[in-house]
């Protein structure tokens, strides 16, 4: 009897620690402590994220990091170099202030002045881009409009020599004469605009498609005018 009056005892004696623990875990310093220590997590995180982001622009930016001045200085060359290539000229704006940007950047990397020569070839670098897009652009315009020009010519000359065969025959031989010398002249302007074109050099073409049409112009009359 008295040890089964002490068993309910020991069983009661044996849950109190397991009631504390419940109390403990409900306890609302803990849990003001938790979010505090939540809060200050974020916050750490918060300040390594914007090191991790500004860190490096703004060890580049003192030269630290990245590209030196005259590294800087020759890629921006090399765009300026791609630029020309593709067509670029002084003639440019971007193209021109891309120049005078890279010389400011070589006078201030040799006055030992590496942040403002970086920044004066990057925005060389990138004018030299500019004038690059802008070279590409006009190029393909330019070939298209010589394209034009030569299949239209093209067409034209066919048409003389037709015009040609049909009128020549007939005529006096010292006015044949006289019309084969203006054909052959014809043929020679036009010819020159269509070896530019096979040569790829659009501009020629255009700036010698005033003379070209007119020469087609001037034959085409002198034959109607023989044929009548």
Sequence with gaps: MGQATRLPWLATAGRVPAVNSAVERRRPDRRIFVIVLLRRITVYALLVSALIWVGPRVLEEFGVLGPSA?????????????????GATPALPAYTTAQKELDRARSLAAQSQGREARHAARRAQALAVEAQRVAIVHGEETRQAATVIYKDLDREIVDLEKLYSAVTPGLEKEKVGELLSLMKTTRAITGTLFLAYEQ???????????????????????LVGARK
């Design 70 to 86: 005259e590294e800087m200085i020759a890629g921006a060359q090399r765009a300026l170099d791609a630029a020309r290539t593709y």
């Design 200 to 222: 790829e050099d659009f501009q020629a073409v255009l700036e010698g498609e005033a003379r070209g049409r007119e020469a087609v112009a001037q034959m085409r009359a002198r």
